[in-house]
C-alpha cells in the first residue's frame, strides 16, 4: 500500500493557561507531504516540567524510530522507543530533581507500506475520518473513560466531569514504566483525514462536531482555522493538533501481478 498525503496543518497553542506544555512533531513550519512520522504530546507535572517532557519524549522517540523509516513499526517496536524514552527521562530527573513528578501523554502515527501504525499513551487522542463517519477513535487511558466503559457515567459526562484530568498512562521515566496501545489502520481511501488532538480540544468539540468537521466539505486547512479559533475562545487548557488529509492510496502489486509484468516486458 502507498499512501500519498496533501498537506499536512497543524498548531500549539497556550488556549487557556499561561504556557504551554504540549509539543507536535514536525514542527508545522517544517512539515512536508513526504512526511511519515506525526507525534503530538501532552506534559502533565505543571510546575514539574511538563514542557520538557513533551518535548523529550517527541525527540527521544522520532531519535529511536528515524532508523525504521523504511520498514513497518510494530507495537514491539513502538515500545522498545517508549523504554529508550523512559531511560532519557530518568537520566535528567537525576540531573534536575526538581523535575521529579514531570510526565506526558503520547499520540503516534507512522505510514507504511501496510498501512498507517497508531500508538498512544494517556488522553492525547487520534481520530480517522471518512466523509464524517469516525472509522477509529483511540481509546483514552483516563479514568473517566474507564468510567465510561464500565457503564458508570454516559459519554456527554466525560468532558465535565470533575476528575476527567486523571489519566491512567504518561510517560514518566522506569520508576513508573507504562506501555503504548499500537494498532495498524489498513482500511484507508482517498480522502479520509487523519486527527492527533490533545485534551484541549475535546474540551471543547464533541465527536459529533469533529465528524461534522471533518465531512469532506472543508478543505484541511479550513478545519484548521476552524479548530483555532473555536479553541482560542473557549478551551481553559492548551490545545495543540495534527491534521493528515489523505490525498491518494495505490494498493501495492501482487507478486502475480509483478512476474506477469515482468513476463509481458519481454513478449
Do not use: W
Amino acid at each position: 500500500m502507498h499512501i500519498t498525503i496533501g498537506k499536512p496543518y497543524a498548531a500549539s497553542e497556550k488556549g487557556g493557561r499561561a504556557n504551554n506544555e504540549d509539543f507536535i512533531f514536525p514542527a508545522p513550519e517544517a512539515v512536508g507531504t513526504n512526511q511519515k512520522l506525526f507525534i503530538v504530546c501532552d506534559g502533565v507535572g505543571g510546575a514539574n516540567k511538563g514542557e520538557v517532557a513533551s518535548a523529550m519524549a517527541c525527540e527521544c522517540f522520532y531519535s529511536f524510530l528515524s532508523s525504521f523509516f523504511d520498514g513497518y513499526m510494530d507495537a514491539a517496536i513502538i515500545n522498545k522507543a517508549l523504554q529508550y524514552t523512559e531511560v532519557n527521562f530518568d537520566e535528567y530527573i537525576r540531573n534536575n530533581p526538581e523535575a521529579i513528578g514531570m510526565g506526558t501523554t503520547l499520540a503516534l502515527l507512522f505510514f507504511s507500506p501496510k498501512g498507517i501504525t497508531v500508538a498512544h499513551i494517556g488522553d492525547t487522542r487520534i481520530y480517522h475520518f471518512r466523509n464524517g463517519r469516525i472509522l477509529h477513535q483511540t481509546e483514552d487511558h483516563s479514568l473517566v473513560y474507564s468510567l465510561y466503559k464500565l457503564n458508570t457515567i454516559k459519554k456527554e459526562e466525560m468532558r465535565t466531569h470533575p476528575q476527567r484530568n486523571i489519566i491512567l498512562r504518561a510517560i514518566q521515566g522506569n520508576d513508573n514504566p507504562t506501555e503504548a496501545e499500537v494498532n495498524l489502520l489498513t482500511d484507508i481511501k482517498d480522502g479520509d483525514f487523519l486527527f492527533m488532538c490533545t485534551d484541549g480540544v475535546f474540551e471543547v468539540f464533541t465527536d459529533d462536531e469533529l465528524s461534522e468537521l471533518f465531512n469532506g466539505q472543508h478543505s484541511a486547512e479550513e478545519c484548521k482555522d476552524i479548530l483555532i479559533e473555536t479553541c482560542n475562545g473557549e478551551t481553559k487548557d492548551n490545545f495543540s493538533f495534527y491534521i493528515i488529509p489523505v490525498q491518494h492510496v495505490r494498493e501495492s502489486e501482487s507478486l502475480t501481478q509483478n512476474i506477469l509484468s515482468f513476463f509481458y516486458s519481454l513478449v
